[in-house]
C-alpha cells in the first residue's frame, strides 16, 4: 500500500490480516462483524442490501467516480484505488486526497491493502468488483453502484450511505441549476440550429472509440439538451469501437468533441490521420469548424460529478458561452 507521506505496512502484517479475511470468509462470521441494527442503516444496492454504519468514517472507494463522489460531499477517504492517468490520483483531486492511502488498481483492488486500513465501508460497484463481492463484505460493510459512470446514481447512494442526504441533495441542485443554465444558453446561443447533434470521439494509437448516449459523457450531453444522429441515437452500448476509416460517417455530428487517451505521438498521429480522411472532411463538424478537444480525465475518466462539473466548464469555454 503506497502513502505519499508514509511507508507501507510490512508484509507480514497485512498477509496475515488477508488470511483471517479469507478465513473468515469461507467459516462464517466475517473479519468485521455486524453492528445492531440501532446502529445501522440498511443501503439497497446493486449486489443486495447492507447495514452500514451510522457513522461511517473510515471510507474505502474502489473506483473513481466513487472517490470524487466523496470528495463532493466533503469526505476525505483513507483509501483509493490508483487513477488510470496523472497517476497516482487526478490532478483535481489531489488537493483533497493529500496523503490518502492507494489500494491498488481500481480493475484489482488489493485486499491486503484494504484490510489493513480497518475500513469501515466499502464503495464498490457490480461492474468491477462482483467477483469479490463477498470477500470485501467479509472485511467491512460493502455497497456497489451499477456502472462506474452514473453519477447521480453514485451521489444519491453516498449521500444515503454516509448520512449525507442534504449535502447530496445540495449538490445535486447545484449540478441541476447550472445545466438548465447551460442549455438556455446553448438554445440562445445557436436559435435554429438548437439541438445540435454531437459526437464524441476518443482516439487511441490505433482506432477511435465513439462515446454513445449511454456513457459517462453521453449522459452529461443529453442533459444540456444535445442530440445525436439516427446511427448513434438508438444504441445501448456505451462506446462504439472503429478501426476503419470507411466507418467514419458513424462519426457525422454537428459538433465533435475530441479526446486522446493519453499524450504519446502515436495517438496524436492517429488523430491527424483520420483528420486528413476524404471522408472526414465532408463531416458537418469539420465542415462548420465545431471540432473541439477537451480534457479526457474531465470527460471519460473521471466518473463523478466534479468530473461531469469540469465537462461543463469545457462546453461553455468551447462553444464561447456566457458564464
Request: glycine share 6%.
Amino acid at each position: 500500500m503506497r502513502r505519499y507521506d508514509s511507508p507501507p505496512p510490512s508484509a507480514l502484517r497485512t498477509r496475515r490480516r488477508v488470511l483471517q479475511a479469507l478465513a473468515c470468509s469461507l467459516a462464517g462470521p466475517g473479519l468485521i462483524a455486524g453492528a445492531s441494527a440501532a446502529s445501522t442503516r440498511e443501503i439497497a444496492h446493486a449486489l443486495g442490501r447492507t447495514q452500514v454504519p451510522l457513522n461511517a468514517a473510515r471510507v474505502i472507494t474502489l473506483f473513481q467516480g466513487a472517490t470524487d463522489t466523496a470528495v463532493s460531499l466533503g469526505v476525505t477517504p483513507i483509501g483509493v484505488v490508483e487513477s488510470w492517468t496523472q497517476k497516482p490520483m487526478y490532478t483535481y483531486l489531489r488537493p483533497a486526497l493529500e496523503g490518502v492511502a492507494q489500494v491498488g488498481l481500481e480493475t484489482q483492488p488489493s485486499l491486503e491493502d484494504v484490510i489493513s486500513l480497518e475500513p469501515d465501508l466499502i464503495v464498490a460497484s457490480r461492474f468491477r468488483n462482483e467477483r469479490i463481492y463477498n470477500l470485501l463484505s467479509r472485511i467491512a460493510p460493502t455497497i456497489a453502484v451499477e456502472d462506474v459512470f452514473s453519477f447521480r446514481d453514485t451521489l444519491a447512494m453516498m449521500g444515503q450511505a454516509l448520512g449525507k442526504t442534504a449535502e447530496a441533495a445540495r449538490v445535486m441542485a447545484a449540478w441541476d441549476a447550472r445545466v438548465a443554465a447551460l442549455r438556455d444558453a446553448l438554445r440562445a446561443r445557436f436559435d435554429l440550429l438548437w439541438p445540435l447533434t454531437v459526437s464524441v470521439l476518443d482516439f487511441r494509437e490505433d482506432h477511435v472509440r465513439a462515446y454513445l448516449p449511454n456513457s459517462f459523457s453521453g449522459s452529461v450531453l443529453a442533459q444540456l439538451g444535445f442530440a445525436r444522429t439516427a446511427l448513434q441515437a438508438n444504441a445501448t452500448q456505451t462506446l462504439q469501437k472503429i478501426t476503419s476509416r470507411e466507418a467514419i460517417p458513424f462519426l457525422d455530428a454537428q459538433v465533435f468533441f475530441v479526446l486522446m487517451r493519453s499524450d504519446r505521438p502515436a495517438v496524436r498521429q492517429n488523430y491527424l490521420a483520420w483528420r486528413a480522411h476524404p471522408l472526414w472532411t465532408r463531416l458537418d463538424a469539420p465542415r462548420h469548424g465545431r471540432v473541439y478537444e477537451v480534457d479526457n480525465v474531465a470527460w471519460s475518466l473521471s466518473g463523478g460529478i466534479l468530473g461531469a462539473q469540469l465537462m461543463l466548464d469545457d462546453v461553455a469555454v468551447k462553444l464561447a458561452l456566457p458564464t
